[in-house]
């Protein structure tokens, strides 16, 4: 019934969406939360905010990334797009409606990040913002991979005259039909390694709701440090601290 149901939300939003992108209106930006709202509410994630988004336009928002799930639970929060590698243009269904949310694809082989910095500046300099995950892939929910300072490269120049901000955003899931979420059982919510996500999502969706919190960490700019490994470093430390926190149990500091 949840697949279903989540069929038929996006083949009838996917059409209007279209429709705005063809038109180029303001509907294009504001239709995509509408639909990930719906979708996470459907397919059985409830979301817990804490702390404040930032409202500068535009923001770079830099993330851990445990799962595909991800990309509604952070759709249904932020008005923006986000940056997936080039692969994922070419994913069955995925790959379309990411198009339909104007993701920049950027193919992350040694040799292309000027290539994709200035594919990422046009973006900002247009005033969208951006949701990154500096990681290069997910990981198994139970703690952070280590960033690549290469993916913040566009954070050293300035968006639409101005330093770009940048707002460190932790992701985790915490709870599985009410009850804490354990080391083990996480992986029903983490995709990574060789799972197939049809066979992922066919048993995410049989097991009932998960609770996802998404933290909000102080935005910062890229005059606050000395170099960008160090604002990359600031915001793996951030985001490792906020997931800890979140699984934990502890309040945010």
């Excluded at 719906?38 to 928002?61: K, W, Y």
């Excluded at 952070?144 to 901000?165: C, I, K, M, N, Y």
């Excluded at 080391?183 to 048993?203: F, K, Q, S």
Aim: aromatic share 8%; proline share 5%.
């Amino acid at each position: 019934m949840r697949l279903g149901t989540y069929l038929s939300l996006t083949v009838s939003l996917s059409v209007v969406q279209l429709a705005l992108l063809l038109t180029r209106s303001r509907g294009r930006s504001l239709l995509p939360r509408v639909y990930h709202r719906l979708t996470c509410r459907i397919i059985g994630l409830d979301v817990e905010q804490r702390g404040t988004m930032s409202t500068a336009h535009p923001t770079l928002f830099v993330s851990n990334h445990t799962s595909y799930l991800d990309i509604p639970v952070f759709g249904s929060l932020i008005e923006g797009s986000f940056v997936a590698k080039t692969e994922v243009s070419s994913w069955p269904v995925f790959g379309w409606l990411s198009k339909m949310q104007r993701t920049v694809f950027v193919d992350r082989k040694r040799g292309t990040t000027h290539r994709q910095r200035d594919d990422l500046q046009q973006r900002l300099d247009a005033g969208d913002n951006l949701i990154l995950f500096p990681e290069g892939t997910s990981n198994n929910g139970n703690s952070v991979l280590p960033f690549r300072s290469a993916l913040l490269s566009v954070a050293e120049r300035e968006a639409r005259g101005q330093p770009l901000t940048v707002q460190p955003v932790s992701i985790s899931y915490t709870q599985l039909n009410a009850l804490p979420m354990c080391y083990r059982n996480r992986a029903y919510v983490a995709w990574y390694g060789d799972m197939t996500l049809g066979g992922h999502l066919w048993a995410f969706t049989r097991l009932g709701r998960a609770r996802v919190v998404v933290e909000f960490h102080p935005p910062v700019l890229m005059s606050d440090f000395r170099s960008r490994k160090e604002l990359t470093q600031h915001c793996y430390k951030t985001i490792a601290a906020g997931v800890d926190n979140a699984l934990s149990g502890r309040a945010p500091d």
